[in-house]
């Protein structure tokens, strides 16, 4: 790296230009639809402490279909609890969809579960109830949410309108223990956009099922996010799932470490499609970097790099001096 040595120090109208571009950057995360902004959620049981989110940053566009992936115990429930407005982070920021998720009020937090995010959980019984049909379990939301102008008709026939585009109108009049599993959560998919919600999360929504029913489940996401326009965040396991996706995010230790992006490509020459898919480390605001750890362990990386800022990237070197 090179030498630098201050002469002289930056001006009084150098500093008052500098105070003023910072006051004017737009904040983080200002056009995205969800930002978690240094998200801490720490669990405290038997005085033992468990930082389960440690500062974790981030942000999803309006109409994305992203995946989370991250090792059990990472903080992906943590995080997608916090999200649908079950549980508080510790600090940080989380807003969705213009709500700030950490100072809402209990009724504030109601409206907000009922009306702005929809949630398929993995276990096929949390998303439907037994006692109901298809049909009236997605009606149901619509009704708890009361104060709306459409009428019952109208609302039986917005329940249908899903079942259909979620390929399962032959449910309509079956109870949840009349269908296969894969069909229960098809329906619960319909129940969580009844409302129309800002934003879909779902849990791990095919850990219960066969590989060829998960295909059929993740279409039904992918048909809501192209129809509908829905931005949905899914937690999986599936690694099929998860290459299905143009973006995943790893968690690693309660923080978003990795980022996958993949584009479809087409060759001109032979009009051929290719899907490109290309790894990214995470950068936080304060510039910090993640190196794999094989990246690292292979050059015998510890404790001190060496920088070197070229035209159009960074090196990154061993300390020789170490
Ligand atoms: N209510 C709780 N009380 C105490 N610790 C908790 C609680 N919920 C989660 N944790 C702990 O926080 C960490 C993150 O848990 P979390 O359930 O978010 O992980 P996960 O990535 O969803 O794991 P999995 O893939 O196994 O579901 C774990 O160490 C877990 O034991």
């Given at each position: 790296?090179?030498?630098?040595?201050?002469?002289?120090?930056?001006?009084?109208?150098?500093?008052?230009?500098?105070?003023?571009?910072?006051?004017d950057?737009?904040?983080?995360?200002?056009?995205?639809?969800?930002?978690c902004d240094?998200?801490?959620?720490?669990?405290?049981?038997?005085?033992v402490?468990?930082?389960?989110?440690?500062?974790?940053?981030?942000?999803v566009?309006?109409?994305?279909?992203?995946?989370?992936?991250?090792?059990?115990?990472?903080?992906?429930?943590?995080?997608?609890?916090?999200?649908?407005?079950?549980?508080?982070?510790?600090?940080?920021?989380?807003?969705?969809?213009?709500?700030?998720?950490?100072?809402?009020?209990?009724?504030?937090?109601?409206?907000?579960?009922?009306?702005?995010?929809?949630?398929?959980?993995?276990?096929?019984?949390?998303?439907?109830?037994?006692?109901?049909?298809?049909?009236?379990?997605?009606?149901?939301?619509?009704q708890?949410?009361?104060r709306?102008?459409?009428?019952?008709?109208?609302?039986?026939?917005?329940?249908?309108?899903?079942?259909?585009?979620?390929?399962?109108?032959?449910?309509?009049?079956?109870?949840?223990?009349?269908?296969?599993?894969?069909?229960?959560?098809?329906?619960?998919i319909?129940v969580?956009?009844?409302?129309?919600?800002?934003?879909?999360?779902?849990?791990?929504?095919?850990?219960?099922?066969?590989?060829?029913t998960?295909?059929?489940?993740?279409?039904?996401?992918r048909?809501?996010?192209?129809?509908?326009?829905?931005t949905?965040?899914?937690?999986?396991?599936?690694?099929?799932?998860?290459?299905?996706?143009?973006r995943?995010?790893?968690?690693r230790?309660?923080?978003?470490?990795?980022?996958?992006?993949?584009?479809?490509?087409?060759d001109?020459?032979?009009?051929?499609?290719?899907?490109?898919?290309?790894?990214?480390?995470?950068?936080?605001?304060?510039?910090?970097?993640?190196?794999?750890?094989e990246?690292?362990?292979?050059l015998d990386?510890?404790?001190?790099?060496?920088?070197?800022?070229?035209?159009?990237?960074?090196?990154?070197?061993?300390?020789?001096?170490?």
């Amino acid at each position: 790296m090179t030498e630098t040595t201050a002469a002289t120090g930056p001006s009084l109208a150098d500093l008052e230009a500098r105070a003023t571009a910072r006051r004017d950057r737009p904040a983080y995360g200002h056009d995205a639809l969800i930002t978690c902004d240094r998200l801490v959620r720490v669990f405290a049981t038997d005085g033992v402490e468990v930082q389960a989110l440690q500062g974790l940053d981030l942000l999803v566009r309006d109409g994305e279909l992203m995946a989370l992936v991250g090792a059990s115990g990472s903080g992906k429930s943590t995080l997608m609890n916090i999200l649908a407005g079950l549980d508080e982070p510790t600090a940080g920021a989380a807003r969705v969809a213009g709500c700030d998720l950490l100072g809402m009020g209990s009724k504030e937090r109601l409206r907000y579960r009922r009306e702005v995010v929809g949630f398929v959980w993995q276990q096929t019984a949390r998303n439907l109830l037994p006692y109901l049909t298809a049909a009236q379990n997605v009606a149901l939301p619509m009704q708890l949410r009361g104060r709306t102008a459409r009428s019952k008709r109208a609302k039986a026939e917005r329940a249908d309108r899903l079942l259909q585009m979620l390929e399962v109108a032959e449910c309509r009049d079956r109870r949840p223990h009349q269908m296969s599993g894969g069909q229960q959560q098809r329906v619960a998919i319909a129940v969580a956009l009844a409302n129309d919600p800002a934003v879909l999360l779902a849990d791990e929504p095919t850990g219960e099922l066969d590989s060829h029913t998960a295909e059929r489940i993740f279409a039904a996401f992918r048909t809501a996010n192209e129809e509908l326009g829905t931005t949905i965040v899914i937690v999986t396991h599936d690694q099929a799932v998860a290459s299905e996706v143009r973006r995943t995010v790893a968690i690693r230790d309660g923080r978003t470490s990795t980022e996958v992006l993949r584009r479809t490509e087409v060759d001109e020459s032979t009009g051929q499609e290719s899907l490109i898919s290309r790894e990214y480390a995470m950068l936080d605001r304060a510039g910090r970097l993640q190196l794999p750890a094989e990246y690292t362990e292979a050059l015998d990386m510890r404790d001190r790099v060496a920088l070197e800022l070229e035209k159009d990237h960074i090196g990154v070197w061993p300390d020789e001096r170490g």
